[in-house]
């Protein structure tokens, strides 16, 4: 392999190319900078410049962080600034493999991103140690591309995302290229692996440009790479397959590389302005096959050929770092000093460690530096979402309970006014896995319809080129453009089956981790919410029972960090029309919304909706009868519940007429957390308000009832609190009967009722035999007849009951 520090001089490179041979000196110097800077974030923490040789009080305790894909992304980063320079490109650079950190901090230092976002690290010696020392140090900065680093949209330490993010910045920005590196071991998983099809949504006119990059390094951590060990042919057509153009960049050395990477990116951007042209002046609607490039060259690239014998570079061991014994093995020094100085320090930077002006002017400036560009911190672009009057789209509510409505679908006529108040400027979309008209919200479709760009029949409805509705059948898509979109200053809806959503439980905690880190940012302003309705709830599977019933995803977001997360269970469509408006206005959280479909009471007016989650819980006064004091709290979170919960509230009040029952319901879960864990939680003493000490709460719960106990775990009454939730029982069956399987019913709580309230003693007995002649009077019945008894089904409400 030949040296990349080595004055280039072969007459054929520097003559067969767009470069000039000092435009081509410079790149390489250039590069070799970044390199520099990216090995002594690895290695040093003292003798920024080499002045003197390496000794071990040079070299951190231990040697964190990954060099084998960090030349290339260098290499590409070097291309990007001269096409932007020359293109004056508005460009963002996605970094798939994000464990090549070092490069990216290396980079936006030497275009100044970096010394400006963060001043102490200067533009001299001082500035490169400290550069140096803060690299994976505590209290410094992350080994990868992370929230800290200027100019990021994606951290990329759980591979597998990039594309879609990149697809997703790139939607609704027609002046946006987003250049994006996929890792050859990245390309391996799922989503990645999908995420070619983006192709098939992005619109050259009114949609940005997305540069796929493979980085065809050859391996991963400890084995070869699938893409680089199929013959060249296939994997051409394998990118020809997925519908692009595949271009190919190979080799390993430095002098005739740059020269061929300038060929074939100026050939690759002038098929991007030519499709643009096409789609934006000449009127095409054809699918273009966009450029891609497959870049082979060597994992660890300019690094040592050979460590203690064994080759290292272009193989897997240049993976993190190569020179890992350092403090044992003195030959590793002395070779890593040898490695720093092939780099040539003295020829990049003076003597006071500033980078050689003539160098430095070679990066764009401003912010068309990639490290600036504010499309990559994209709170600074967001503009407010304009949201109608939610009120406009309330239920008219006559009695509680008497009229049913699907809540989805109403909110579906909020969400279709705001798609329409905001189509003028492009900065909201709606995305689901082919559910959105399965959740009732396809009005959403009408005046915009669904994006695609691919083959249309006439049996098609609603798809449209242009379209804000975004369906895929893959939950990682959805969410991984969903985040593009988001982290690039614009607003989203992402509307999915309960039970599915599951899929992107490690997606969602990694833009969770993003969130929480940027909040302690000042420079990272902050983004729209990322919001979830999930719809086809575990209650009410009716076509398809146990594979879709799952409610843990809530289980799930409490991990989180809870400056972060917000979860709403509203319990009829005018609370999920106050909950949604609430959350589309939110910034940097993850809202979960989970509301049901089926044609449900409903219960509140829009007044009390708004009320009530302005609280996120209340009691229900019309429904309680505890004046002087309650002796059961029946509470209740999520639709179904409930109405269970009610009903049982009726069952009680003909048996017990004189029991004074109180009826609390939670919209927003949250709130039953202590204000030290949540900043919605109630303190408490309003908690004993709500739940007072030593009465019996009978608590009837969408998902996994020990969510409530870990909730409320602390609170002064939680001895008492008796919890009824989803407990994996499930199948095909009638909508009551699923509520029977997991003894949530209305019989089970009146039960529990009895047998918690202690006046009630006596009446245990006779109850117990009441509720097993009920429950096998509704087996038999469902059995015999596939629905539930007419009571259960026509069951409402009484309306003299309210109060
Ligand atoms: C989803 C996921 N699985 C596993 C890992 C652990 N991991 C970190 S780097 C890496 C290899 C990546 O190889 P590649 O994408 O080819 O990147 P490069 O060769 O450029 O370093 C693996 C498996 C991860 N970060 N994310
Ligand atoms: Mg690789």
């Known amino acids: 392999m030949t040296n990349a520090t080595a004055e280039l001089t072969g007459t054929e490179a520097r003559s067969n190319g ?38 071990l009080d040079d070299v951190k305790p231990r040697l ?7 030349p290339g992304l260098n290499f590409l980063y070097v291309h990007w600034n001269r096409l932007i320079r020359e293109r004056n490109l508005n460009m963002i650079y996605i970094i798939g493999p994000g464990h090549g950190g070092p490069g990216l901090v290396a980079n936006t230092y030497l275009e100044g991103s970096y010394t400006e976002i963060y001043p102490p690290v200067e533009q001299n010696k001082d500035g490169i140690k400290r550069l140096f020392r803060q690299f994976s140090w505590p209290y410094g900065i992350p080994s990868h591309v992370a929230p800290e680093t200027p100019g990021s949209i994606h951290e990329g330490g759980e591979l597998g995302y990039s594309l879609v993010h990149a697809y997703g910045a790139a939607f609704d920005n027609p002046d946006l ?31 940005g440009a997305v540069l796929p990059i493979l980085h065809l390094n050859g391996y991963k951590i400890a084995n070869p790479t699938i893409l680089a060990r199929i013959p060249h042919a296939e994997l051409e057509n394998l990118m020809r397959g997925y519908g692009y153009e595949p271009f190919t960049l190979e080799g390993d050395d430095p002098e005739t590389m740059h020269q061929k990477a300038a060929t074939v990116f100026d050939t690759m951007f002038d098929r991007i302005a030519e499709i643009q042209k096409a789609a934006r002046e000449n009127g095409s609607t054809v699918r273009p096959a966009w450029p891609m490039l497959i870049m082979r060259t060597p994992k660890g690239w300019t690094g040592p050929k050979f460590v203690d014998g064994k080759p290292v570079e272009n193989t897997w061991r240049a993976h993190q770092v190569p020179l890992d014994q350092i403090h044992e093995k003195p030959e590793h020094l002395r070779q890593l000093d040898e490695w720093m100085r092939s780099y040539k320090p003295e020829e990049l930077f003076d003597e006071k460690g500033k980078f050689l002006d003539d160098l430095a002017e070679f990066a764009p400036k401003g912010r068309l530096r990639m490290g600036m560009n504010p499309h990559a911190n994209g709170g600074l672009l967001l503009q407010p979402l304009k949201v109608p009057n939610f009120r406009d789209f309330a239920v008219k509510i006559q009695g509680r309970g008497q009229t049913d409505a699907e809540s989805t679908r109403i909110l579906g006529h909020l969400l279709h006014a705001v798609m329409q108040a905001n189509l003028g400027t492009k900065n909201f979309r709606v995305f689901g896995p082919d559910e959105t008209a399965s959740n009732r919200l396809e009005e ?71 969130l929480k880190t940027t909040r302690e940012i000042p420079w990272r302003k902050p983004i729209a919410s990322l919001n979830y309705l999930l719809s086809s709830l575990v209650w009410r599977q009716d076509h398809n029972g146990f594979s879709h019933q799952d409610p843990g995803f809530i289980d799930h977001l409490l991990n989180k960090k809870a ?47 708004v009320a009530h989650c302005t609280t996120g819980l209340g009691i229900w006064q019309w429904a309680s009868n505890d004046e002087g004091g309650a002796e059961l709290v029946m509470a209740c979170c999520g639709d179904v519940p409930t109405m269970e919960a009610l009903a049982a509230v009726v069952l009680l009040r003909e048996r017990i007429p004189d029991l004074r029952i109180r009826v609390v319901n939670v919209v927003d879960l949250m709130a039953l957390q202590p204000t030290s864990e949540h900043p919605h939680g109630l303190p408490d003493e309003e908690f004993d308000q709500f ?15 020990w969510v409530i106990h870990r909730l409320t775990y602390r609170r002064h009454n939680h001895d008492n609190l008796h919890v ?22 209305r019989f089970q709580l009146t039960l529990d009722a009895i047998k918690r309230v202690p006046r009630l003693k006596a009446q245990i007995g006779a109850a117990e035999q009441w509720y097993s002649e009920a429950i096998q009077r509704h087996k038999l019945y469902v059995a015999e007849n596939g629905e539930d008894l007419p009571e259960i089904r026509n069951w409402r409400w009484p309306a003299d009951q309210t109060s």
């Open 724 to 745: 009824r939730g989803y407990k994996e029982e499930g199948t095909t069956t009638t909508p009551f009967d699923m509520c029977v399987l997991n003894n949530i019913d």
């Open 64 to 70: 964190l962080g990954h060099w084998g894909t960090t």
């Open 177 to 207: 290229i987003v250049a994006c590196v996929v890792g050859d071991g990245e390309a391996e998983t799922g989503p990645l692996a999908t995420s070619w099809h983006s192709n098939k949504f992005l619109n050259p006119a009114t949609d």
């Open 444 to 514: 959403v479709e009408e005046g915009t319809g669904k994006a695609w760009m691919a083959e249309t029949l006439p049996v098609d409805e609603n798809l449209s080129q242009t379209g804000h509705v975004m369906e895929v059948l893959s939950e990682h898509m959805c969410q991984g453009w969903l985040e593009g979109y988001l982290l690039t200053g614009r607003h989203g809806f992402f509307s999915c089956y309960e039970a599915f959503i599951h899929i992107v439980d490690s997606m969602v905690n990694q833009h969770a981790k993003w």
């Open 563 to 609: 400056d972060v997360v917000r979860i709403y269970l509203p319990p009829d469509a005018n609370t999920l029309l106050s909950v949604t408006d609430h959350c589309l206005r939110s910034r940097n959280y993850i809202n979960l919304i989970v509301a049901g479909k089926q044609p449900e009471p409903q219960w509140l007016t829009i007044d009390e909706a």
């Open 691 to 705: 739940f007072p000490v030593g009465v019996p709460v009978i608590f009837a719960f969408h998902g996994y009832p």
């Open 18 to 55: 767009p470069l000039s041979p000092d435009e081509l000196n410079k790149m390489n110097a250039y590069w070799r900078a970044a390199n520099y800077l990216s090995v002594g974030q690895i290695y040093l923490k003292d003798n920024p410049l080499l002045e003197r040789p390496l000794t």
